[in-house]
C-alpha cells in the first residue's frame, strides 16, 4: 500500500500537467485569428485587439470544463444555479466547472510543495476537496445575494404595476415599463421582467413565460406573484385590485421577516458577547485587583 501512493502520486502529476498543456494551449480558433492578423498587417484593415487577462482566464476555464467529466444530474443542477445567480450565457456553465476543477488541482499543487514541511498525499488530497467544493459555496453565496436583492425589490415593482394597470396598460406592456423603469434602482428584477417580455414576443404564452420566471429566480414571494397573476389571467379577476391585495399581502410578510429578524438579535449576540467582549470586560476590570491580590500574597509568603 506504501508503494502506491508516490505511483498514484506520480500518475496524478501527470495528468495534472497533460490537462495543464491542452488548457493553456491555443485553440484552432486562436491560431486562424493570429494567422489573418499576420496577413492583414500590411493592409488598411484594423488589427485584432488582443484578448484581456480575465478573457483568457476565462477562456482556459472553459477548456479545462469541457475535459472535466461531470455527471448530467449535475449539469442540470449546476445550471439552474447558474441561472439564478445571474449567469445565463450559454459559456457560464463550462467556466464555472473549469474553475472548480482549477481551484482544486492549485489547492493540491500548494499543498504538495516541500514549503509546508514532508509531503502529505492525504494532506493535499484533503487541499483539492476543499478547492473543489469552494467554487460551490461562492456561487451559492452569489445566488442568496442576488434572490435577496429579487425579494427587497418586489415592493417597489408591485407598486409600479399597480400604477400602470389602473392607468390603462395591459399586463405585458405593465411588465414592459416596468423592467425598463426599474433598470436603474433594481437591475436584477429588471433583466427578468425584460426576459419574459422577450418570451411573451417570441410567441410563448404567458403562464409559461410567467411559470419560467418563477424557476429562474427560486424566489418564493416571486413565485406566489406568478401563482397570482396566472390565477388572475385564468379566472378574470380585475388584476390591479389583485395586485394591490397581494402588495398588501408582501408588505405584511415583509413586515414579518423584519420583527422575526430583531427577535432573533437577542440569540445571535451571545456568542460576541461571552467570547469576545466579556474576556475583555473581565481583564479590564478583574485584572488590577487580581495583580495586587498576587502581590500581597507573594508579600506574606516573604
Same mark, same amino acid.
Given at each position: ?25 491555443? *485553440? ?36 479545462? *470544463? ?10 442540470? !443542477?449546476?445550471r439552474r444555479r447558474l441561472v439564478a445567480a445571474g449567469y445565463r450565457g450559454s459559456e457560464a456553465l463550462p467556466v464555472f ?14 499543498? +504538495? ?23 460551490? +459555496?461562492?456561487?451559492?453565496r452569489m445566488e442568496r445575494r442576488r434572490q435577496h436583492r429579487i425579494r427587497l425589490s418586489l415592493a417597489d415593482a408591485l407598486?409600479?404595476? =399597480?400604477?400602470? =394597470?389602473?392607468?390603462?396598460? *395591459? ?27 422577450l418570451e411573451l414576443r417570441a410567441g410563448k404564452a404567458r403562464p409559461d413565460a410567467l411559470h419560467n420566471l418563477a424557476e ?11 401563482? +397570482?397573476?396566472?390565477?388572475?389571467? !385564468? ?9 394591490? =391585495? ?14 422575526? !429578524?430583531?427577535? !432573533? ?21 478583574? *485584572? ?15
Amino acid at each position: 500500500m506504501l508503494l502506491l501512493l508516490p505511483l498514484l502520486a506520480f500518475l496524478f502529476m501527470s495528468l495534472l500537467v497533460t490537462a495543464a498543456a491542452m488548457a493553456l494551449s491555443p *485553440g484552432a480558433a486562436a491560431v486562424i485569428q493570429r494567422r489573418l492578423g499576420e496577413l492583414r498587417l500590411g493592409s488598411s484593415a484594423p488589427i485584432v485587439e488582443q484578448p484581456s487577462r480575465a478573457q483568457l482566464l476565462a477562456e482556459t476555464a472553459k477548456r479545462l *470544463g469541457r475535459y472535466a467529466p461531470t455527471p448530467a444530474s449535475e449539469i442540470g !443542477k449546476l445550471r439552474r444555479r447558474l441561472v439564478a445567480a445571474g449567469y445565463r450565457g450559454s459559456e457560464a456553465l463550462p467556466v464555472f466547472i473549469g474553475i472548480r476543477l482549477g481551484c482544486a488541482i492549485l489547492a493540491f499543487v500548494v499543498a +504538495m510543495l516541500p514549503i509546508w514541511g514532508p509531503t502529505n498525499v492525504g494532506l493535499a488530497l484533503g487541499a483539492a476537496g476543499l478547492g473543489y467544493v469552494l467554487p460551490a +459555496m461562492a456561487l451559492a453565496r452569489m445566488e442568496r445575494r442576488r434572490q435577496h436583492r429579487i425579494r427587497l425589490s418586489l415592493a417597489d415593482a408591485l407598486d409600479l404595476l =399597480v400604477v400602470s =394597470v389602473e392607468a390603462g396598460l *395591459g399586463l405585458d406592456q405593465a411588465l414592459l415599463r416596468v423592467g425598463d423603469e426599474l433598470a436603474f434602482a433594481h437591475p436584477d428584477l429588471s433583466d427578468e421582467l425584460r426576459l419574459v417580455n422577450l418570451e411573451l414576443r417570441a410567441g410563448k404564452a404567458r403562464p409559461d413565460a410567467l411559470h419560467n420566471l418563477a424557476e429562474r429566480t427560486g424566489v418564493d414571494d416571486l413565485s406566489s406573484l406568478v401563482a +397570482m397573476l396566472i390565477q388572475t389571467d !385564468k379566472f378574470g379577476t380585475s388584476v390591479a385590485q389583485s395586485l394591490r =391585495v397581494h402588495a398588501d399581502t408582501l408588505r405584511t410578510k415583509r413586515r414579518q421577516r423584519a420583527e422575526e !429578524k430583531a427577535a !432573533k438579535t437577542g440569540v445571535k449576540m451571545v456568542f460576541p458577547l461571552v467570547f469576545c467582549i466579556f474576556p475583555g470586560i473581565w481583564i479590564v476590570t478583574i *485584572g488590577p485587583a487580581a495583580i495586587k491580590i498576587i502581590d500581597v500574597l507573594f508579600a506574606m509568603n516573604e
